[in-house]
């Protein structure tokens, strides 16, 4: 059974860090694009960052540019998001998301086109 598994949300001041983890159980993690999504109560979801399989290429969304990185490491079979200066506007339930592909270096921005999603865990950005 395909699985993703977010962990790491929590409650943070603004200014302060969380680190993501979305670790994938039932298959290898290294084929697959993966995204990281964001959803705020009464807002559409919004893609944050991605990356390609092999980790040469990466992509974020302009409002977390130079604070947000992402990065994998395909032995742990794990996907990371690491938050710096987070800010109020930063508090969503966070969604890893995997693709299959065969083009190593291709991101994948789009939510539809990715196949497996995690449960998604939550950020509260709050002083």
């Known amino acids: 059974q395909l699985q993703l598994v977010e962990s790491g949300g929590g409650l943070v001041q603004p200014g302060g860090s969380l680190r993501l983890s979305c670790a994938a159980s039932g298959f290898t993690l290294a084929n697959y694009a993966i995204g990281w999504f964001r959803q705020a109560p009464g807002k559409e979801r919004e893609g944050v960052s991605c990356?390609?399989?092999?980790?040469?290429?990466?992509k974020y969304a302009d409002s977390v540019k130079g604070r947000f990185t992402i990065s994998r490491d395909n032995a742990k079979n794990t996907v990371y998001l690491q938050m710096n200066s987070l800010k109020p506007e930063d508090t969503a339930i966070y969604y890893c998301a995997a693709v299959y592909t065969r083009l190593t270096i291709v991101v994948i921005t789009t939510a539809d086109d990715y196949d497996y999603w995690g449960q998604g865990t939550q950020v509260t950005v709050s002083s």
């Open positions: 990356i390609s399989s092999s980790g040469a290429s990466t």
